[in-house]
């Protein structure tokens, strides 16, 4: 199993690695004896609208060495378990614009998104399990980062995949087809067929795990606008 990334402008100094390292530990070689280091396995989405270019750290490691802007993604990489703390950078001032902390456990796997708006930031960290789709099948979460859209339902060929999901609101890794099936994904609002977003005409392919997010604002405009985006977080 391998996972996904996107580099576009961002590179993880702390190292992209694959998912197949999901269960094995990092190891520290002193004099001959190998000590085992516990790790975790987290991604990183930048889901503020209007936020500047960013710096992320964990504690003192730098993970992202280029500008990381709205939109953009860090694949999974190690990192090392328990109370971690997050600190946002703006690029240009190298002020601090938000710091928290996660708890992370040795084996797992985690998305963490950047929520909300510049001023109001929010972390989302969700726990992802992930698992190799059955013959023919890919697999599909759905993640709600929009602060102000309310409720809504996620449809995948005009069939109701996920519902009445709000911020910060995530579903499990859903089964659907693959065999390079094409989908129209629509976010509606919860219960209506009101349409918020679209993604059109994404192919699906067997043995692909696949997060489609929400992010945005309803009352924005240009790119702060709602909007569905696709990640792929593994391939078997």
């Known amino acids: ?21 999901i269960m094995l530990l990092s190891c520290l070689k002193d004099h001959n004896t190998y000590v085992t280091v516990p790790t975790a396995q987290l991604m990183v989405v930048q889901g503020s609208p209007d936020a500047p270019a960013e710096i992320l750290y964990l ?8 500008p990381y802007n709205y ?3 860090v694949g999974y990489f190690n990192a090392y378990t328990g109370t971690r703390q997050v600190v946002l950078y703006n690029y240009a001032s190298q002020s601090v614009i938000v710091s928290d902390t996660i708890g992370l456990k ?24 992930i698992s190799q789709p059955a013959s023919g099948k890919a697999s599909i979460r759905f993640v709600d980062v929009s602060p102000d859209a309310g409720a809504v339902d996620l449809s995948a060929n005009n ?26 994904f629509q ?32 009352a924005g405009t240009g790119t702060a606008a709602l909007k569905a ?3 792929t977080n593994a391939s078997y």
């Open 159 to 184: 069939t109701v995949l996920v519902s009445n999901k709000t911020y910060k609101g995530a579903s499990s890794f859903l089964p659907v087809n693959g065999n390079n099936t094409t989908y129209s």
């Open 59 to 66: 504690n003192t490691n730098r993970v992202t060495s280029q």
């Open 71 to 73: 939109g953009d993604w």
């Open 1 to 21: 199993m391998k996972s996904s990334k996107k580099l576009k402008s961002v590179l993880a100094g702390v190292g992209f690695v694959s998912l197949l390292s």
């Open 106 to 129: 040795q084996g797992v796997a985690y998305s963490l998104f950047l929520g909300n708006t510049y001023t109001k930031p929010d972390f989302i960290l969700l726990k992802d399990t």
């Open 229 to 231: 985006d696709i990640i």
């Open 187 to 218: 976010v509606l609002k919860s219960g209506t067929s009101t349409v918020l977003a679209t993604l059109s005409n994404i192919t699906i392919q067997n043995g692909q795990v696949y997060t489609v997010w929400l992010h945005g604002l309803a």
